[in-house]
């Protein structure tokens, strides 16, 4: 199971946290950059997967960032401050991809929510993650890769519930979307991550995947 | 309960969310144990949750903290300061209050005047908007009659026309040469210290009123 994948800051962070929020709140406002910064990271992620473009990713990050300091009273404490930044960042992506891309027409695999049922393709052998794989940058770039060429609807999904650790229910709230839509798409994206993934990281090759880019074997 | 692969892969996302029933956990696990396809299926799927859920995955471009900061800044509104902040606002004020003083007092300390008989005077607001002559060696208040050659006459800020070498003149200007006049000149230093300080101190107070209203 998932135990753990969801955790929350610590007490005294939290304590922390909230402090920071009251502050800023009150009008220090130089403490904003302060209370986000844990966050940056995530934020930028959140936006570079769902605009797959740097540059729109920073800008939108940036965007989103200032959109949550005018709105910092709406914030209630009910919900994580990182969650909240995170829905917040997805909003405004998807903004941002509407408005660039309003022209353009998605991939369709993008608009099809399939509900059937996903059949793996490959029974590679996969059990050991290595804890040092992820210090490979060339590793990283595999499965960023490999995301990538996800259809939006399951990277979304995917980015928020198992990157990001929102809950199924906030998922689903961010993205608009039924509990039962989350699950399915999430189910799907985790199916189509490993068949992507599991001939090269469980070891039948290590140094190179070889799926081709831009070609889905789904 | 007896389940097959299909219904294993159909399941197996809720299974490592823990969203199914018992009964159905208890199906898959033992259909799992001995079938080489669900296992792998079922490890591989694991894997990719925990390589993505990894913080080392969120990689952000260089300078980007930087960018972000310099953003907010310049789009925040002006801050209300806590007591960190009225220090480091408190200790400007002083190194500024303190340059002027330094300015004040190299000029007073060593103008070149136009005129040798002329006292330089003490405490003249530097910004004050004071009137000379092109070849006079005085400055005037504004609608001084004992301003001479009123064809070439040029408003100017107090601090040039000291720097320039006009002295104040004795009928307008009086109030800025008495003290120069009853002291010697290291009194007279000190004396045209103490006015400017209590000028700077006030200009200080009104400035921090200021802030605070807007912070509010």
């Not at chain 1, 200032?66 to 401050?81: G, W």
């Not at chain 1, 985790?190 to 469980?202: H, Q, T, Y």
């Not at chain 2, 301003?147 to 003149?169: F, M, N, S, V, W």
Request: with cysteine; net charge negative.
């Amino acid at each position: 199971m998932l135990e753990g994948m969801t955790s929350l800051n610590s007490p005294a962070e939290r304590f922390n946290e909230e402090t920071l929020i009251r502050r800023v709140r009150e009008g220090e406002h130089e403490l904003f950059y302060e209370l986000i910064r844990p966050y940056e990271r995530r934020v930028y992620s959140a936006a570079l997967s769902i605009l797959r473009n740097e540059a729109d990713a920073e800008d939108a990050a940036q965007e989103a960032m200032l959109k949550a300091f005018k709105h910092i009273r709406q914030f209630r404490a009910e919900a994580r401050f990182s969650t909240w930044l995170i829905q917040i960042t997805v909003n405004e992506a998807r903004m941002w991809r509407r408005r660039q891309h309003a022209h353009l027409v998605e991939p369709i695999v993008d608009h099809e929510d399939a509900e059937g049922n996903y059949i793996p393709r490959d029974f590679a052998d996969w059990r050991e993650v290595p804890s040092e794989t992820l210090e490979r940058k060339e590793i990283r770039d595999k499965l960023a890769e490999a995301l990538e060429s996800l259809g939006h609807i399951y990277r979304e999904v995917f980015v928020l519930r198992d990157m990001q650790h929102l809950s199924i229910d906030e998922t689903a709230k961010t993205l608009g979307i039924s509990t039962a839509s989350v699950k399915t798409r999430l189910l799907r994206a985790r199916l189509m991550l490993r068949d992507l993934l599991a001939p090269g990281l469980g070891g039948t090759w290590s140094t190179r995947l070889h799926f081709a880019k831009g070609t889905k074997p789904w | 309960m007896v389940v097959n692969c299909e219904h294993v892969w159909r399941e197996i996302s809720n299974y490592l969310e823990g969203d199914i029933e018992p009964g159905l956990q208890r199906a898959m696990e033992e259909h799992i144990r001995g079938c080489k396809r669900c296992t792998a299926v079922l490890d591989g799927t694991r894997n990719v949750v925990q390589l993505y859920g990894d913080e080392r995955m969120f990689e952000v471009p260089l300078g980007f903290s930087h960018r972000l900061q310099r953003r907010l800044e310049e789009n925040m509104p002006s801050t209300r300061r806590g007591f960190l902040g009225w220090m480091v606002a408190a200790a400007a004020a002083v190194l500024v209050a303190g340059s002027f003083e330094l300015g004040r007092s190299s000029v007073f300390s060593h103008p070149e005047l136009r005129s040798e008989h002329a006292q330089p005077g003490t405490g003249v607001p530097p910004d004050m908007m004071v009137v000379v002559s092109t070849g006079g060696k005085t400055f005037h208040a504004a609608g001084c009659p004992f301003i001479h050659d009123k064809a070439h006459i040029q408003t100017i800020a107090a601090r040039e026309a000291l720097r320039e070498g006009y002295a104040p003149c004795v009928r307008c200007m009086k109030q800025y040469l008495r003290a120069s006049l009853n002291r010697r000149s290291g009194e007279f230093e000190s004396a045209a210290h103490a006015s400017g300080s209590e000028e700077d101190s006030i200009e200080q107070e009104a400035s921090i009123s200021n802030t605070t209203r807007i912070g509010d």
